[in-house]
């Protein structure tokens, strides 16, 4: 699986968008990009995926470069319990394809 | 909204002794993972599970370790002799047969060993 680099950590105010970046320069033609999070020493949590295209659901957009060798995660109205550490996750295209975790971005959200 | 369960919440071990976390994966899923995280450390793949089998395994998951689907609902993980360093959360999660799907995850077994 391709590695994803991240910044440590990131802060947002309430209400604001958040936008996350992540690289994955090595991305291969198969792979998708995925984004979980984790509050606490809670279970991770799915956020969103996408292979090229642009994608949005309730939770979040993800916005990933034509090359696609960079993604941005947007939360567009965070909240303080979008604290969070966020996983940018690229995965071989096969349903049982195991996650690989790296170290995340520490989100805070600040009142 | 279908979750992962997994039980117990926490488990208190002494060194040496065999304890299995329990997990009930989403219905319909028929994909299965565990993945542990020590304190303040990464989320770390142990296994994957499919069609009664193990479709891929990490190091860590040594033959101390085990994982079996017992009944049409169930989806344990067994570590024979435990150690100090099994001390973690550890992670249960499944996905449905799609491709390209994402993996839900259960809140977590802290196991504690002494």
């Known amino acids: 699986d391709a590695k994803t680099t991240q910044p440590p950590s990131m802060d947002c105010a309430e209400g604001r968008a958040a936008n996350l970046p992540c690289n994955h320069s090595?991305?291969?033609?198969?792979?998708?990009v995925y984004w979980y999070r984790q509050i606490h020493s809670q279970g991770p949590q799915y956020i969103i995926h996408?292979?090229?295209n642009n994608e949005t659901n309730e939770m979040a957009s993800l916005i990933i470069t034509e090359d696609r060798k960079s993604s941005t995660l947007i939360l567009p109205h965070a909240t303080l319990r979008d604290t969070a550490v966020y996983y940018c996750?690229?995965?071989?295209?096969?349903?049982?394809?195991?996650?690989?975790f790296g170290q995340g971005t520490i989100l805070t959200v600040h009142p | 909204e279908p979750e992962v369960t997994q039980t117990p919440s926490h488990q208190v071990t002494q060194m040496g002794q065999e304890v299995i976390l329990r997990c009930v994966p989403i219905s319909n899923h028929l994909y299965f993972y565990w993945y542990r995280q020590i304190l303040g450390q990464k989320v770390e793949f142990l296994v994957s599970?499919?069609?009664?089998?193990?479709?891929?395994k990490s190091e860590i998951f040594d033959d101390q370790f085990s994982v079996e689907r017992p009944d049409g609902s169930n989806f344990t993980l067994k570590i024979r002799s435990t150690k100090l360093e099994d001390s973690a959360m550890y992670f249960c999660a499944s996905s449905d047969p799609g491709v390209y799907t994402e993996a839900f995850f259960g809140q977590g077994t802290r196991l504690t060993v002494v």
């Open positions: 599970f499919y069609n009664n089998e193990i479709s891929e």
């Open positions: 090595t991305i291969s033609g198969n792979e998708y």
């Open positions: 996408g292979l090229k």
């Open positions: 996750i690229v995965r071989k295209g096969t349903s049982y394809g195991k996650l690989t």
